[in-house]
């Protein structure tokens, strides 16, 4: 069992910058590749970023390819999302979620991911 609780989000104006953080509980947390998903008002889950139990692969969807970045500490169970040059259609609750090293299927399918945070949100005004 993993637990996930987010941290970071807020309120910041178009291209400023936040830090999300997802402290993960257990002691596998090594064994778990971490993804970020968020969600905006009237719309579906959408993947954000992942990386892998090593932290030396790692995933971007386009929309964020460039200006976010998804690293992990393995000593400290947290994995963290750095989002710079923020723009509005980036408001969203921002979810952090682990899935076994062997899942299969793509990162970004989050059907393949087995444990879910509560959210944080980010607004980005204009």
């Known amino acids: 069992q993993v637990q996930l609780v987010e941290s970071g989000g807020g309120l910041v104006q178009a291209g400023g910058s936040l830090r999300l953080s997802c402290a993960a509980s257990?002691?596998?947390?090594?064994?778990?590749?971490m993804g970020w998903f968020r969600q905006a008002p009237g719309t579906e889950r959408e993947f954000v970023a992942a990386?892998?139990?090593?932290?030396?692969?790692?995933y971007y969807s386009d929309s964020v390819k460039g200006r976010f970045t998804i690293s992990r500490d393995n000593a400290k169970n947290t994995v963290y999302l750095q989002m710079n040059s923020l723009k509005p259609e980036d408001t969203a609750v921002f979810y952090c979620?682990?899935?076994?090293?062997?899942?299969?299927?793509?990162?970004?399918?989050?059907?393949?991911?087995?444990?879910w945070g509560q959210g944080t949100q980010v607004t980005v005004s204009s």
């Open positions: 979620a682990a899935r076994r090293a062997t899942a299969w299927g793509l990162p970004k399918q989050s059907s393949t991911y087995d444990y």
């Open positions: 257990g002691r596998t947390f090594s064994s778990y590749t």
């Open positions: 990386v892998s139990v090593s932290g030396g692969t790692t």
